[in-house]
């Protein structure tokens, strides 16, 4: 199919001890890693608990605060363009959510995503992702042409994507047995016309729907589309086929956070039509990807960025002054403030919400411009060699269950080019808390005990396996709750005011943040981090 375009049970207490933050899983004794980044400090924030007094000061031209793929990008691009009077300040979780981990193996370390995981092959559009994959040799030539080749090491390597549809898996994600002639026919109709509207053009003469979101069209009989659901768009185009409604399903809850019933028509639209990149050695719609997912990415920028422009810490304020600009901060040491002529404030807006007092005066309006944020689990485990599988269809790297509530789960190690399987391996499974209000889900990830963590986080594995395989097999487990886990595209987002509000900021004080868009990904991200770095460069 195309791209996923469409995101030892009984061990002693000696392994549970080596791992910290860990325990046995209650009547399993799987030690268990729970990982909440960010929340401490986050509701420090929302509680609004006493500003303390700096201890120090620090000068600097220009601070990123935040080192998510934005930041990144950001301090990247400083230090490319010669600028060496920069600091870019960490935040509560390094590479936010294109961060990894790592296990230790009875046979070796294995990495794995604690975020995204993948990368499509990058638009024409997105010079800047292409500029950075060409500098971390995962284009090995050609980056800015129509099919630059790719490094084999970096395409997901087949058998890529399988889904489990009635009682058997199947190629690929949307299913062509199993259904009826009619559906089979929607199915062939709606990707066709996919195809069609990624070349399509509007009255502006550029794409409508590209990567970055910005340089889509604004036609506005396209743009129009951002006030009707995509499943109300879905049923008055004809497309009724329950198969590809829970594949459209799927594809809005693993790529926003949310259900077809929330998201616009036209960010789902945009999801299948704005990316179009092509190799010039894989298939069109192939992805990248790497054991960590994009912290592979996360490494590679911030290799590039010297060690003495970072520092850990995050900020508590950020406020502007005749001069230049202000953050009052915190780390190990204590509390600091920084003096900036310019800062880049590159983390996600419900925090940049609380951090700057007057956020209001650059258009922004928190109570009703800021995007909805999806709750998230990511959690790996770690297997004593692989479960058994139908010959006719083993496991891919991508693996979803039709209809399932959870998104299935990825292989870290499925890129090992080896004669044999691996004796350990790590599965990453994914889930978005669509079926309840954000706040709720949020409410809900903050009480909810560990084993009910994990009984949501291996529902799609057990389903699968069966609970006695699954632990049989599980050495560990490592869950991330991402509770503001992505900006979810709803209706009325592309005519979000605030949105474009910030976007537009010129002064003293720049955002970046793949919020900007309305949606988390990490061409997004980077488009901003570049934008703003370029900007805080120039004067």
């Not at 005066?361 to 692989?386: K, M, S, T």
């Amino acid at each position: 199919m195309q791209r996923r375009r469409f995101l030892h049970a009984g061990l002693g207490a000696g392994l549970a001890l080596a791992l910290p933050g860990c325990h046995p899983l209650s009547h399993l004794g799987i030690p268990l890693t729970v990982l909440h980044p960010g929340m401490a400090e986050g509701h420090r924030l929302r509680d609004g608990a006493p500003l303390p007094a700096p201890s120090r000061e620090i000068r600097t031209g220009v601070v990123i605060l935040g080192s998510g793929v934005a930041g990144l990008t950001a301090a990247w691009r400083l230090a490319k363009e010669g600028v060496d009077d920069f600091l870019l300040v960490n935040g509560p979780e390094p590479d936010g959510n294109a961060a990894g981990g790592r296990f230790d193996s009875p046979s070796g370390a294995l990495a794995y995503p604690r975020g995204a995981h993948y990368l499509p092959l990058p638009s024409p559009e997105s010079t800047t992702v292409r500029e950075l994959l060409a500098e971390l040799e995962v284009i090995e030539a050609n980056p800015f042409s129509a099919r630059p080749r790719f490094a084999e090491t970096a395409l997901v390597h087949a058998p890529d994507e399988r889904l489990f549809f009635g009682g058997d898996w199947h190629d690929g994600l949307l299913p062509t047995e199993h259904v009826g002639a009619d559906e089979a026919a929607q199915h062939r109709r709606f990707l066709a016309e996919m195809a069609r509207l990624t070349h399509t053009r509007g009255s502006d003469g550029r794409r409508l729907f590209c990567v970055p979101l910005v340089q889509s069209s604004a036609d506005p009989s396209w743009r129009a589309l951002d006030a009707t659901p995509f499943r109300d768009w879905l049923s008055a185009s004809g497309y009724t086929a329950p198969s590809l409604h829970a594949y459209l399903d799927y594809v809005c809850r693993d790529e926003y956070g949310a259900g077809p019933e929330r998201i616009s028509a036209w960010a789902g639209l945009h999801y299948f039509a704005s990316r179009g990149g092509q190799a010039e050695n894989a298939p069109d719609g192939a992805l990248l990807t790497w054991p960590d997912g994009l912290a592979f990415l996360a490494s590679g920028l911030r290799r590039r960025v010297p060690a003495t422009r970072q520092m850990a810490g995050h900020a508590l304020r950020i406020r502007e002054t005749g001069k230049g600009v202000e953050v009052l901060g915190i780390d190990a040491a204590g509390p600091f403030l920084i003096r900036a002529r310019k800062a880049i404030c590159a983390m996600p807006l419900h925090v940049a919400a609380r951090l700057i007092p007057h956020i209001r005066d650059y258009g922004f309006d928190p109570a009703a411009h800021l995007p909805p944020q999806a709750a998230w689990l990511v959690a790996n485990f770690l297997l004593d060699g692989f479960p058994p599988e139908p010959t006719e269809q083993p496991l891919a790297w991508d693996n979803v269950i039709h209809g399932s509530p959870g998104l299935g789960w990825v292989v870290a190690t499925h890129q090992q080019i080896r004669a044999a399987r691996p004796a350990h391996t790590v599965f990453t499974t994914y889930q978005a808390l669509a079926d309840r209000p954000p706040a709720e889900a949020r409410r809900w990830l903050e009480s909810a005990s560990a084993d009910e963590l994990f009984a949501l986080a291996s529902v799609d594995l057990i389903s699968t396996y069966g609970k006695l395989e699954l632990w049989q097999r599980t050495r560990a487990v490592e869950i991330t709750v991402r509770a503001h886990g992505m900006a979810s595209p709803v209706c009325g987002s592309l005519a979000n005011p605030g949105l474009a509000a910030l976007r537009e900021a010129d002064g003293r004080l720049l955002f970046a943040h793949a919020d900007l868009s309305g949606y988390s990904v990490f061409e997004e991200a980077s488009w901003w981090g570049d934008r703003a770095a370029r900007l805080a460069a120039s004067h």
